[in-house]
């Protein structure tokens, strides 16, 4: 049990290592095709369900502190942003080994197949609903490889996830394979023999207690020739698919703007406001630009108070620049996060949301979005109207308010901007606010609901490391693949980027710098919605039928063997 320990240990520093880091930005590729092979070898051959826990439990919360340690710059909040989900991951991944364990006892041709399909299973659940986080899945580092991502229109990423993971189970199996070859030959009596295994303590069981996938024979060639196969499809189809060209509406000229400031850190309110202004002024005048842009875009909580209550804050402040008076001055549409209060006259409530809001030159909200999926138990606390609830997160925690989700998922149009093809028609576009755009359901209903384009408002600053920003990066970038749609991203720190329908980078700004771009953004829209966009996350909800029905089987099948005289 010891050296399994030791195995979980190591995958879960070469996972964390094969995926964007600060060493290696946009993670090791190749590293994950083999990284969470040892957890696999050490998972396999343990017979007790409840060590299977133990190198669960053990390799969850190392790999989810080492790739997530910027949580801990969650200002005064750290000890929960980092210890919360590291905690979680404990807990999520000593449920899953058992359960891993438990498909280790099918058939041995079949075994890598079926662990990497249960593993691709498990990414989704834990992407998706409240608690849902969508950072670290094994497919991630294989999408700096374009051929590879353009698959994600038919499968997203979970395609990519069970190709890595495949990898890791089949090598896994070689491990296992070399390790029987090399034991020698049961001594005594074939039905009570014992192998005596040079590595694997499983080995030392009798073999008659041991489960017919354990000592079959593992058919490698097969198993790596269905993962080449894989691999070859998704890169020809990839092939293709970079040589097509999308219908092009519009080029919408825009003016992203990156103050480079921590808008969460006190006194520095009207310090960002006042940068971003000023960043934005030599934007619409820099030379790149031909007359003034179609749009100006602030990233997330840019703003800190509501426009509408708080309008004689903004009348006079940052002082000597008011905001309401460069809105007018600038005369373009200004999008940018800020929070949006909606009153409900007939009770005198109000909800509050963290919105994205697209202001005309008077500063009057025209259209608004509220997020819809919060950041839980810093976002959103359950159970907030409670006293006691209450109470602990504003005396031990020290959050003293929550958001209320958004209501609906809006699109909003752009006042001047019209399709080439029909043109009466406006360009739409969606806003998923910060990690929104990490969430694939997310921006596939915003696609659904007529968005023509995404703009994501991010506010990063507050991690402080380059990882945290092109971890989300490359989460974000699925999504323009999936439904085609170009994705701009407008952060506050990083990463400030224009990403085509083909998730490739066609303007940036470098990380943790006070800057802006200007630039024209090509709108397409395929003649089809994506295979994605019409039936969603169809590859992993299959995977967790074929895992339940792997389970269940067995378990009945035992049952009525115990019934039998």
């Not at 092979?37 to 133990?54: C, G, K, S």
């Not at 003016?255 to 940068?275: F, H, K, M, P, Y």
């Not at 696609?447 to 408002?457: C, K, P, Y």
């Not at 895992?547 to 067995?554: E, R, S």
Request: charged fraction near 20%; hydrophobic fraction near 45%.
């Amino acid at each position: 049990m010891g050296m399994s320990i030791v195995n979980a240990i190591a995958a879960a520093v070469l996972f964390a290592v094969a995926l964007p880091n600060e060493v290696f930005p946009y993670g090791v590729p190749w590293l994950s095709l083999l990284a969470l092979t040892p957890f696999f070898v050490a998972l396999i051959r343990t017979r007790r369900l409840r060590d299977a826990a133990l190198l669960g439990a053990v390799f969850g919360g190392i790999s989810t502190a080492l790739s997530n340690y910027w949580l801990a710059n969650f200002g005064e909040f750290a000890i929960w942003t980092i210890g919360g989900p590291t905690i979680g991951y404990i807990l999520y991944n000593a449920i899953l080994a058992p359960f891993l364990r438990r498909l280790a006892d099918s058939p041995r041709h079949l075994r890598p197949f079926v662990l990497a399909a249960a593993w691709t299973a498990y990414e989704y659940l834990k992407s998706i609903g409240f608690l849902g986080y969508p950072w670290g899945l094994a497919g991630y580092p294989l999408s700096d490889y374009p051929l590879l991502l353009q698959h994600a229109e038919i499968t997203g990423v979970w395609a990519l996830s069970f190709v890595a993971v495949a990898a890791n189970t089949i090598l896994a199996e070689l491990v296992i394979a070399t390790d029987e070859a090399l034991a020698p030959q049961p001594i005594g009596p074939a039905e009570h023999g014992i192998r005596f295994g040079t590595i694997s303590a499983l080995l030392a069981a009798p073999r008659r207690q041991l489960p017919a996938a354990a000592t079959a024979r593992f058919h490698a060639p097969a198993a790596v020739a269905v993962v080449a196969a894989i691999v070859v499809f998704m890169s020809a189809f990839g092939v293709h698919r970079l040589r097509t060209e999308y219908p092009k509406l519009a080029e919408i000229d825009m003016v992203l703007v990156q103050q480079n400031t921590d808008s969460w850190e006190r006194g520095a309110e009207e310090r960002g406001i006042r940068r971003a202004q000023e960043l934005t002024r030599a934007g619409i005048q820099s030379e790149g630009g031909a007359g003034h842009p179609d749009l100006v875009v602030w990233s997330e909580t840019t703003l800190n108070r509501p426009v509408r209550e708080d309008r004689e804050f903004y009348r006079n402040r940052p002082e000597g620049d008011p905001f309401l008076e460069f809105v007018r001055e600038i005369d373009v549409p200004l999008l940018t996060g800020a929070p949006y209060v909606e009153w409900d006259l007939e009770t005198g409530r109000h909800a509050s949301y963290n919105a994205a809001i697209l202001l005309d030159e008077d500063g009057r909200e025209r259209q608004v979005y509220g997020k819809r999926h919060l950041v839980p138990f810093t976002e959103a606390i359950p159970l907030w109207e409670h006293e006691f609830v209450r109470w602990f997160y504003q005396e031990l925690v020290g959050l003293h308010g929550a958001w209320t989700p958004g209501p609906e998922y809006r699109v909003f149009e752009f006042p001047e901007v019209h399709s080439s093809a029909n043109p009466g028609e406006p360009i739409r576009f969606a806003t998923p606010i910060c990690f929104e755009d990490a969430f694939a359901y997310i921006n596939r209903e915003f696609t659904l609901r007529g968005a023509d384009l995404l703009i994501n408002l991010t506010n990063n600053a507050w991690s402080e490391t380059n990882s945290a920003q092109t971890q989300h990066f490359v989460a974000a970038r699925f999504r323009a693949v999936e439904n085609r749609r170009t994705l701009v991203r407008s952060t506050n720190s990083g990463l400030t980027s224009v990403i085509d329908p083909h998730g490739r980078v066609t303007a940036d700004l470098p990380m943790f710098t006070e800057s802006y771009l200007r630039t024209n953004v090509p709108v397409y829209r395929p003649a089809q919605l994506t295979f994605y966009t019409r039936f969603g996350d169809y590859l992993p909800v299959l995977f967790l039928g074929i895992v339940l029905a792997g389970i269940v089987a067995p378990l009945r099948t035992e049952r009525r063997h115990r019934a039998s005289p």
